[in-house]
């Protein structure tokens, strides 16, 4: 472990997949939403990681979203509100974590995995894709009023990381914007004011709530 960082939690598991084909509402669409588990170091590099594809990175990936990450305590959560078992990667994250908080996690902060650094950016807003994932349109209802989103990532630093690699605060701003703000704030425009304090907020992000 790097001298003087702080350990948040873990690596449970890292998951990738490559573009398929899916119906949705007889048609067939591109989908990058099929993750699986993988048993190596990946690299974190430009706007993925290795063996990673998205299918419209104007929508889902580009450098605000390029690693997305959820949480395992989230998962048990899901597990018991659905009454099944979940797997890695169902839900369509890169970084399963374990011991985080994601919620709490501040826009801005930077984590050091492996070798690679990470930013966090952004909470997600869910598409059909998932609900195609999950088999039920109605998913995407329920998963944005869960208030459990997850996280996108940057890849503030090139660099491997794998399963079982601790995620160390390398730095958290003070403005104290969280993950969780801005997902309220997605469903109640008066905390716009308050999220746009973040620096850090995604150019697209803040020009929507600035109404520009």
Known sequence: MAPGLV??????????GRVRPVEHRGRLRPTGMWKEPVPHRVAARGVNLDGDEQADRRIHGGPD?????????????????????LDPGT????????????????????????????????????????????????????????????????IA???E????????????????????????ASRDPSLFPAVLAAPELPDRLRARMAGG
């Open 7 to 16: 350990v948040l939690g873990q690596v449970a598991s890292v998951n990738v």
């Open 65 to 85: 979203k390029a690693v997305y990450a959820y949480a395992v305590a989230d998962y048990v959560w899901w597990q018991r509100e659905l009454g099944r078992r």
């Open 91 to 154: 839900l369509g994250e890169n970084l399963t974590l374990a011991g985080i908080d994601l919620g709490a996690a501040v826009v801005g902060e930077r984590w050091l995995v492996g070798s690679a650094e990470l930013a966090v950016c952004q909470p997600r807003r869910p598409c059909w894709k998932l609900g195609v994932r999950m088999g039920d349109d109605r998913f995407l209802d329920r998963f944005d009023a869960a208030g459990r989103p997850g996280a996108y990532l940057r």
């Open 157 to 159: 630093g090139e660099g």
């Open 161 to 184: 990381l794998g399963a079982g690699d601790d995620v160390l605060l390398v730095h958290r701003p003070d403005h104290g914007v969280t993950i969780d703000l801005v997902h309220r």
